[in-house]
T-cell receptor, first 111, second 112 residues
Framework: DQQVKQNSPSLSVQEGRISILNCDYT??????FLWYKKYPAEGPTFLIS?????DKNEDGRFTVFLNKSAKHLSLHIVPSQPGDSAVYFC??????????FGKGTHLIIQP | DTGVSQDPRHKITKRGQNVTFRCDPI?????LYWYRQTLGQGPEFLTY????????KSRLLSDRFSAERPKGSFSTLEIQRTEQGDSAMYLC??????????FGSGTRLTVV
């Protein structure tokens, strides 16, 4: 059973437009959520996080939205840049245990 | 470099051999995690340490796997009698102030 789901394996967006990556979760015990970016042959790099007491967190071009009732979060990147091309993982956690990751979405920014 | 470092970056081994990986966390972090990532999947939690105590182990961690964190600093992950299904990227992460959850670059294991 997948507790964190990223239903889009890939997403192609034109440079300068908005990229929206989606993530759904099933475990209501999760109380914080993170987005990671991963380039080939590297470990995941932290992008942005949100705790369950908030519904929005913004950091520069990256904004994460959390809809607790729908158990859904999304990452918005605006404007999208060529360097944003990577695999993006949604992760969720509760307490000190390890994070639960989705399978990732490969974002491709087209010039 | 004050990030999480993992050694080696790549390891090729024959089936049945034992392998050991090392992780050096950020020195201020007291929690250390091991994850495994296979192709097309996100990282999967294996185990974690609070200082030197191993507090949680995933069902993915069969009895061929053992992890240690002596003295609460670096950690090692050993896989005995490797199988082809063990081929994966093994990621280490540490967490704490001020950087939060930080991953290393991983050790890519190939079992032939």
């Amino acid at each position: 059973d997948q507790q964190v789901k990223q239903n889009s394996p890939s997403l192609s967006v034109q440079e300068g437009r908005i990229s929206i990556l989606n993530c759904d979760y099933t475990n209501s015990m999760f109380d914080y959520f993170l987005w990671y970016k991963k380039y080939p042959a590297e470990g995941p790099t932290f992008l942005i996080s949100i705790s369950s007491i908030k519904d929005k967190n913004e950091d520069g071009r990256f904004t994460v939205f959390l809809n607790k009732s729908a158990k859904h979060l999304s990452l918005h990147i605006v404007p999208s840049q060529p360097g944003d091309s990577a695999v993006y993982f949604c992760a969720a956690g509760g307490g000190a245990d390890g994070l639960t990751f989705g399978k990732g979405t490969h974002l491709i920014i087209q010039p | 470099d004050t990030g999480v470092s993992q050694d080696p970056r790549h390891k090729i081994t024959k089936r049945g051999q034992n392998v050991t990986f090392r992780c050096d966390p950020i020195s201020e972090h007291n929690r250390l995690y091991w994850y495994r990532q296979t192709l097309g999947q996100g990282p999967e939690f294996l185990t974690y340490f609070q200082n030197e105590a191993q507090l949680e182990k995933s069902r993915l961690l069969s009895d061929r796997f053992s992890a240690e964190r002596p003295k609460g600093s670096f950690s090692t992950l050993e896989i005995q009698r490797t199988e082809q299904g063990d081929s994966a990227m093994y990621l280490c992460a540490s967490t704490g102030l001020p950087t939060g959850y930080t991953f290393g670059s991983g050790t890519r294991l190939t079992v032939v």
